[in-house]
């Protein structure tokens, strides 16, 4: 692990600036009541939680930020901030914080969602393998590594696991519901139609169910029982853009343009993506005389479809850069990871990936105009933040590491090596006072670090000697 010039050994610390005012922050009553006369790291957990799902972003970090602070080591309050990172899209933020941290079952998955959304898919299932050792029938466990192994087509993998926890668990809804979906991924739709009709009966109210009913009930051809199932999925959940963009297919083969036109907005509305969505917009469109919409939604299918192929074709070409990366072929992981860097300019992750590469060919120059790439992208990208900053303390500007780590600092608050690095380059241009406040924050999370308290001794006898 670094050295900042034999100070400091990097080690996991939180702090957080304020995101919103106390006034701002009022969770309900009993929990409030509880912080006041009993503060702990579970009441803190509790109220971020609440926050959360009261969409209440700020104020939940800033509830999860106290909790770690009575407790660096607390899971609820882990899982918490982990999953408030991954929320606000800072995949590698949640990283930071779990990379190093003790892990249960709920911040393990957090850890493989934020690999995953950073396209390291080694690293996310390495993640879940390791956790099923512990966890061998947990549905959060094995449903996400099912949903990691189908997403990259290893579908007998899939299957295979959800089956098993399937076979295991023959009463629990959950596990049942992992290997519906899962014959629902591989398209599976005799043996899916039957499980998906039994695990209704047992929960006729759940829009999850409902909707997956629906889109088995389509497939099948029978447009009126999907059309019933999907539009109590709709009604029990209107957020739901999978179950409008069924619904709005099966209102089209029903030939109810008007109403289908209406769920196929609303799921763009919500975020639908798949450029088969706005296809089929544009046709239900046509039918109903919008000839200059319908031409504009076609035009955003073939733009879409254009995008995806990018895409599609830099995901290729990132999956085969990690092989050979994995296989000690540096050379040809850089090459790769430029072309997909080049086919998703804006693609802070692979512009990292192609940073790390080009550290290990030792390719100084390369690295950093790879770094800022990844920081033009995403900003608040922690990673290249922080690796941009050891370079620049390296090379000596203390005054663009220390920008950097602050950057860090605000978008990973968790980064513990943020924190001590920033420490490391305050002392090192004496700011002393500044640099012990830094490494105080270390020692507030974890008193027996034993870098932090070497650091913290340098700057008392550095103090004492002015």
Known sequence: MRVLAGLIAFVPAI????YASAAECTGPAAIQSQLKAHPTADAYAALGNWFSQNHQPDCAVQAFQSALDLDAKSGKALDGMARAFIANGDAQGAIE???NAPRDESTSVDLAVAYRKAQMFDEAAGVLREAMKSWPTSDGVVGALVSLEAHQSHYAVAQALAEELARQKPDDLEAQRIYLRTL???GDNDAAAPLARRLLDLAPKDADLLNLNGFLERKAGDYAAARKDLEQAVALNPSDLNARVNLGLVLAQLHDSGAAKD??????DLGA??????FELSKVLRSLGETEE??????LYQQRLKEDDGR???VLKATEAAQAAKDGDNSKAAGLYREACALEPQDAALAYRLSVVLGELGDTAGQRAALEQSIKADPSSPLAQYDLGYMEFRAGDNAAAEQHFRAVVKAAPANAQAWLSLAATLATESRIPEAQQAVATALKIDPNNAGALDLSRKLAAAQARQ
């Open 312 to 314: 599609e074709q830099a």
């Open 294 to 299: 319908s031409l504009k939604q076609l035009k």
């Open 15 to 18: 702090c957080l600036p304020p």
């Open 263 to 268: 769920q196929l907005e609303k799921a763009v």
């Open 184 to 186: 629902v991924v591989i």
């Open 273 to 278: 993506t798949e450029p088969q969505v706005r």
């Open 97 to 99: 914080l779990l990379r």
